[in-house]
């Protein structure tokens, strides 16, 4: 893999960031500065003079199972009040210099045509939508003929697939992709030194998605998947059995922690203190890497946390929080140019130089060949922010966020590129 570099110093500690203090100085201010920002009543229309940023934000209804356990269900408006957060974040932010935004909302059922919603947005040409959506949706948006002057900023497909063979020019991914999702939590594995993964997966595609995202990143930093079961829940009910359901399927080879691809929940919370060996469970359930959780608290984000939770009256989850991005990286930029004109917010957000604090501790910014929003990823136990990746120690000649995900090398995306 040419161009990155793994190792450890003797110490085990990572070489010094180049600047690093300045850089998270920086963010730290810009994210007080934001966050001390006095929100507009409602949050939809601006109050700026002039015209405002229209923002669209286009979602597919998914129809989901009941969750096991009694545990909350995924919630209906999961990802859209991030973006009426992002909106009156940007608006109170926009409004010191003259600048308004305005979110224009439309959720399609599962049966729907979304092609032929999105060419009945507007009046005009759609510069901007925020897409909650799975996979095939995004690609069969962005292929439009009616799309190609659109910024797409992707919140719902974690498909590495759509930062790799099936990229697309102009489609940003504020959601992380499953690879880095995976990579976050292999190189906390490789930190531990817990080498052996005795892998589970469920029946679902997403599963299969997951699971191959371990094998891939457990293959790019030398831990071995040392056994691989299925599990199939169909037909029981794990709440009742799960105490010898898991014994033979998590019964292997020696290993040190069980990994489960659970992305519905359908079994994996029951798994734990359930396998055949006193091991930890990690994945989907268990220590699980994500890019927010309710536990999520420093660089100032107990205060976006506190402003979400008065708006939706729960937690933020990692879709609300890439829903609160993608708004406010549009409106970041818009401030940065001094402008609603749609063509220079779009040339500056698809810019390499383009740069957004985030409550991460970090500026964020978009990858140039595959269009992916690099940022730390959480790795979050039981009510705790366990470690956050990239871990300690884990180097990369242009910024260690680039060993999250696919890098240029391993990316073959090469459509992104002609988004500038």
Same mark, same amino acid.
């Given at each position: 893999m040419q161009g990155r570099r793994w190792k450890r110093d003797g110490a085990g500690r990572g070489r010094p960031r180049p600047h690093r203090a300045t850089r998270i100085a920086a963010a730290v201010v810009s994210g007080l500065v934001l966050a001390g920002a006095i929100a507009m009543p409602g949050g939809t229309r601006a109050s700026a003079a002039g015209e405002a940023l229209t923002i669209h934000y286009l979602e597919r209804r998914i129809e989901r199972p009941a969750p096991l356990n009694n545990e909350d269900p995924i919630p209906d408006d999961e990802g859209l009040k991030g973006a009426d957060l992002g909106l009156r974040d940007s608006n109170a932010t926009g409004r010191f210099v003259g600048l308004g935004f305005t979110l224009e909302t439309r959720i399609v059922a599962p049966e729907e045509d979304l092609r032929h919603v999105f060419r009945s947005l507007g009046h005009g040409p759609v510069r901007f939508v925020v897409l909650n959506a799975p996979a095939d949706d995004v690609l069969a948006l962005t292929d439009l003929p009616e799309a190609r002057g659109t910024v797409f900023l992707n919140i +719902? =497909? /974690?498909?590495?697939?759509? &930062? @790799? =063979? @099936?990229? &697309? *020019?102009?489609?940003?991914?504020? !959601? /992380?992709? &499953? =690879?880095? !999702? *995976? @990579? =976050?939590?292999? #190189?906390? !594995?490789a930190f531990k030194r817990w080498a052996r993964i005795l892998l589970l997966s469920g029946p679902a595609p997403a599963d299969a998605l997951y699971a191959e995202a371990l094998r891939r990143s457990a293959k790019k930093f030398g831990l071995r998947i040392v056994a691989e079961s299925r599990f199939d829940p169909e037909g029981g009910d794990t709440r009742d059995t799960a105490l010898r359901e898991f014994v033979i399927p998590t019964r292997g080879p020696e290993h040190d922690v069980v990994a489960v691809a659970d992305e519905a929940g359908a079994f994996g919370t029951n798994l734990?203190?359930?396998? *055949?060996?006193? &091991?930890?469970?990690? +994945?989907? #359930?268990g220590l699980t890497p994500a890019a927010w959780g309710r536990p999520v608290e420093a660089w100032a984000a107990v205060q976006l946390q506190g402003r979400f939770r008065r708006l939706a009256g729960r937690a933020m989850r990692p879709v609300d929080y890439a829903g609160w991005m993608a708004v406010h990286a549009l409106g970041e930029a818009a401030v940065q140019v001094r402008s609603t004109d749609p063509d220079r917010v779009a040339a500056l957000v698809l810019a390499p130089t383009f740069e957004v604090g985030g409550f991460k501790g970090r500026p964020l910014s978009f990858r140039a060949w595959n269009g992916q929003l690099r940022q730390p990823v959480f790795l979050i136990g039981p009510g705790a922010v366990t470690a956050v990746a990239p871990i300690e120690g884990f180097l990369h000649h242009r910024t260690e966020l680039d060993t999250l995900g696919l890098d240029e090398p391993e990316s073959v995306c090469r459509t992104f590129r002609k988004a500038g």
């Open positions: +719902g =497909a /974690p498909d590495t697939r759509l &930062r @790799d =063979a @099936d990229c &697309r *020019a102009r489609l940003l991914h504020v !959601l /992380p992709s &499953r =690879a880095m !999702l *995976a @990579d =976050a939590l292999v #190189q906390f !594995l734990l203190y359930n396998t *055949a060996s006193p &091991r930890p469970v990690v +994945g989907t #359930q």
